[in-house]
């Protein structure tokens, strides 16, 4: 840290920047004549610019990567070894089983973190001015989801990492392995628009993250990443056979074991589609009324 | 669109923006030529801002009528934003990406190619004098570098229209005059700028037309002559080196300058707000002033000639002061006595 004194005699003890060089309104006017003045981007365009954006904003505060790999990193070791034992008789035969739930859980979880940085940046100038640029308008939202795939392929990658040092062997291998954390990409992007919605509609990012958690903690639970459903009451059954999380886990679980589990990516993906449908345009109207 | 004359670049009529009970901005109308700036001058609180969101299409309003370029700002929100860029109150760039960033995400926003974009964000940097920090994050910039790359961004591509909402306030002198140099740059390319400020020297450096509002109200509006007219030419500091003086100080500045005096609680300073009809101008009068004090023996430690502040403004327009902050001192220009003594009068005016 240096402290610089202006020419006009104030300290500057809070940066490292030195003031810039003077300027003058000469060196302004010749940037200004250019008139050219493109077209709208495509919506492609603007999504991708956005998605940049949030990437750009990872490179820079990296310490959000932590939440999104510390967390799945606990859960994978924290479940494994504690049901391991009792429910499938060795933890070495039960990752087998829960690590492709445990995926699915950790990154749906991971989904809010969408919601909160939604949150965090609408009352800021800069979302006033990405406002007031003639765009598709949708792309700020997908930017963000575009982003958070990132950390979710970053997520999934650490775990399947850690799972293979810990016994885990996929029957699908790689093209099995491929395909499933594609889909959960495709079903996590879908999903984030819940959280796009509740960033825009609470107040503060505690409520978001509070939500979030009232509303993924029964959703991830209640479903068949931990325990065969059939071991369960039946109105329970009823509840976890019906849980789009329940879909993807069987799907991602079929997929990654090297079957082809038609019913159940059907099932994911159309769960996908109404997710985004519901969701998506309610966020928009949202945003436009913000 | 086939109107005989361009339409102003912007045409308000009884716009009214309410939040919960309070009605931020209560009937307001404005006209606002093409190819000036156009002052907005009002206290904190009066609903500078809520009025530029409207008209940037990011309020909707809750009453009334608001066209840019013709083009209404909520049926054709499109169409008003490709025309015109924004300078919020509060940094709009974003903080934790570095310069360049900023300005290569806004060019691929705007519809630049990669290429195009990158040229152009190192053009604007130079310009700006932000080659160096063009690497490092916008939150370690200071006040007006940070001031500078926002309006930077608002420039990218010339705008027909920019809204520059208080883009001094909290700048040092050197920063502002930067500022007002680059705003001078914009408007002398053809760039209809709107300005909000809660400084009248401000409004006066730049605006050749000014809109006072208090209260969600427009309570004047003119050119710049036609504001001073209506507040008064400003007002004169003095302080006597003997408190045994003052009266007699006092009642020669009333016969000199024709002007209220006031007794401050420092028991040696004077302080008289000059009228504004007179043929001299209030330096000179002010200077004739001082001749006679001069004359009759009584000694002038120190004095200072400022312009009307924000708060003579709203007294002479409303009876009541702004409620704002202190508003600012003369600027250098206006003042004669010993440097550093610049303070106009009014504020220290105990009410
Ligand atoms: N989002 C909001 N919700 C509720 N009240 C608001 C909101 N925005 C502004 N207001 C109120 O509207 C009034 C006008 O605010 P505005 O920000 O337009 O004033 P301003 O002239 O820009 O003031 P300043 O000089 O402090 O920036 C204030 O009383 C403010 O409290
Ligand atoms: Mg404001």
Redesign the pocket.
Known sequence: MTTDTRPDGTATGTTEIREPTPFSAESVAPVLVTTERPPRPSALTASLAFGWRAVLKIKHVPDQLFDVTAFPVMNLLMFTYLFGGALAGSPDDYIQFVLPGILVMSVVMITMYTGVSVNTDIDKGVFDRFRTLSLWRPSIMVGYLLGDALRYTIASAVMLSLGMVLGYRPGGGVQGVLAGVLLLLVFSFAFSWIWTMFGLLLRTEKSVMGVAMMVIFPLTFLSNVFVDPRTMPGWLQAFVNNNPITHLASAVRGLMAGRWPGAEVAWTLAWAGLLLLVFGPVTMRLYSRK | MNQPTPAPAVETAGLVKT??G?R??DGVDLVVPTGTVYGVL??????????VKMLATLLRPDGGEARVFGHDVVRDADRVRSRVSLTG?YASVDEDLTGTENLLLLGRLLGHGRRAARERAARLLDAFGLAEAAGKQVKQYSGGMRRRIDIAASILNTPDLLFL??PTTGLDPRSRNQVWDIVRAVVAQGTTVLL?T?YLDEADQLASRIAV?DR?KVIAEGTKGELKASVGAGSVLLRLRDPAQRPRAAEILRRALDAQVQHEHDPVALTARIGASSTATAAERAAGALAELARLGITVDNFALGQPSLDEVFLALTGHGAD?PTPRTATPGTTAGPAGTTTTTGTERTA
């Open positions: 939040f919960g309070t931020a901005v009002g206290p904190n609180g009066a609903g500078k801002t809520t009025v109150q909402d208080e909000t809660q509002i969600g704002g």
